[in-house]
C-alpha cells in the first residue's frame, strides 16, 4: 500500500552563525515557497526579534540550490484578498521591516523568483544569486495592478524601459542581465553561493553597526524623497481601486486555477 508524504510546514528559521550574523530560511515547499500570509507573519517576528538582539547582518533565503526561491504570493488567498500588496498588507509590512532593519540584509537567492518575490529580494541590502536566478514580474498575468511603492522600489533599481518590459511582458530577468542592471551584486556558481554570501556577511560584521546603520537609513530616506501631488496619488489609487475589483483580474486567477491562457476583456 502506497503512502503519501505529508506536506512539509511553512515555517522560517534561524541559524546564528559568528554572533553577528543571522541565516533566516523560509520555507513553504509545498507551495514553491510561496508568500502566504503565515509565512510573512512568521517572518516578520523574525526580523522584529533579531532587530531587538541588534543582530548586524541577516542572510536572507528560502535555501541554497533551489530551483525555486520563491513563487511570489499565493495565489489561493487572492480570492478573498484582491490587493495583497496595499500598505498595510503582510507582504508589504516586511519589505519596510527589510528596509528599515538596522543592519544589513543580505538576499540569498538561487532558482527563480516570481512576483512580489522579486520585490523581497530589491528590498533587501545586497543580493547574493547564482546563475540559475531569473526574475520575473508576472501581474499582468492575473490582472493584479502592481503598488505605487513597489514601483518606486524597481525603478531605483533598474532602467525605464527594462523594467516596463518587465511589467508590461512579464518576461523573465536572466542573472547575467540583471547582474549587469546592478540588481545582483553577485551572481556565483551554485555551488559557490553559500560561501560567498556568508564571506560578504563575516566582511560587514566587522565593520562599526552604528555607522552601517546611519548610512543604511539615510540612503533609505533619501531614496523615499519623491515629492508626488495628492491629485496625483488619488488618480494612481482609483486606477488599482478599478483594476482589483474588475472582471479582468477575477478571469486571472480563474484561468490560472484552470491552468488555460487568460481572456482579458479590458474591465
Same mark, same amino acid.
Given at each position: 500500500? #502506497? ?9 522560517? #528559521? ?37 532587530? #531587538? ?42 519589505? @519596510? ?25 530589491? #528590498? ?9 536566478? @531569473? ?17 518606486? @522600489? ?114
Amino acid at each position: 500500500m #502506497s503512502t503519501i508524504a505529508p506536506e512539509e510546514p511553512v515555517e522560517v #528559521s534561524t541559524e546564528l552563525i559568528d554572533g553577528g550574523i543571522a541565516k533566516v530560511i523560509f520555507r513553504n515547499a509545498a507551495r514553491h515557497h510561496a508568500l502566504n500570509a503565515e509565512l510573512l507573519g512568521a517572518l516578520e517576528a523574525r526580523l522584529t526579534t533579531l532587530a #531587538s538582539q541588534r543582530v548586524p547582518v541577516v542572510i536572507l533565503t528560502s535555501g541554497a540550490g533551489e530551483k525555486v526561491w520563491s513563487a511570489g504570493h499565493d495565489l489561493g488567498e487572492l480570492d478573498t484578498d484582491h490587493d495583497p500588496i496595499a500598505w498595510g498588507k503582510p507582504l508589504e509590512r516586511v519589505l @519596510r521591516q527589510i528596509r528599515t532593519y538596522p543592519g544589513v540584509v543580505i538576499a540569498m537567492v538561487s532558482g527563480s523568483v516570481w512576483g512580489g518575490a522579486v520585490d523581497l529580494v530589491m #528590498s533587501c541590502d545586497l543580493v547574493v544569486a547564482d546563475t540559475t536566478v @531569473r526574475l520575473a514580474m508576472t501581474p499582468a498575468n492575473i490582472g493584479l495592478p502592481y503598488c505605487t511603492s513597489g514601483l518606486l @522600489r524597481f525603478i531605483h533599481n533598474l532602467p525605464i524601459h527594462i523594467l516596463k518590459e518587465m511589467f508590461f511582458c512579464a518576461r523573465p530577468l536572466e542573472a547575467d542581465e540583471a547582474e549587469r542592471h546592478g540588481v545582483l551584486n553577485r551572481v556565483v556558481q551554485p555551488a559557490d553561493i553559500e560561501a560567498v554570501a556568508l564571506q560578504m556577511a563575516r566582511d560587514i560584521a566587522t565593520k562599526a553597526p552604528l555607522a552601517i546603520a546611519a548610512v543604511k537609513e539615510q540612503l533609505r530616506i533619501l531614496e523615499d524623497v519623491v515629492p508626488v501631488p495628492v491629485d496625483a496619488m488619488e488618480r494612481i489609487a482609483e486606477l488599482r481601486r478599478q483594476a482589483c475589483s474588475g472582471e479582468d483580474m477575477h478571469e486571472g486567477l480563474k484561468a490560472f486555477a484552470q491552468r488555460r491562457p487568460p481572456q482579458f476583456k479590458g474591465r
